[in-house]
Nanobody, 121 residues
């Protein structure tokens, strides 16, 4: 089992910044992509940003130019720097890791417990 531990959520005023961090355990799980998703009350979970092991990134249109995802492959960590935050960014943010177990070759996908981000107007 891979555990994803998130940190960095909180309350911030509109226009402010927050940085989310996520660390993955599991030395025999080769992580392909790591990313951040969010879920606002009454809405479906949506992709915020994802980064592959090769460094390729993909962002939701709503966060392009404001959020930056970064990854440390050696440490199995992924960060999300969020600038110019807006009230509509308020949501629970979830870390996600997708990859393959080295010995069984089985693919799997894991989620963190979520961290609340609240942006006040």
């Amino acid at each position: 089992q891979v555990q994803l531990v998130e940190s960095g959520g909180g309350l911030v005023q509109a226009g402010g910044s927050l940085r989310l961090s996520c660390a993955a355990s599991g030395s025999t799980f080769r992580i392909n992509s790591m990313g951040w998703y969010r879920q606002a009350p009454g809405k479906q979970r949506e992709l915020v940003a994802v980064v592959t092991s090769g460094g390729n990134t993909n962002y939701a249109d709503s966060v392009k130019g404001r959020f930056t995802i970064s990854r440390d492959n050696a440490k199995n960590t992924v960060d999300l720097q969020m600038n110019s935050l807006k009230p509509e960014d308020t949501a629970v943010y979830y870390c996600n890791a997708d990859g393959q177990w080295i010995f069984t070759k089985r693919y799997n996908n894991y989620w963190g417990q979520g961290t609340q981000v609240t942006v006040s107007s």
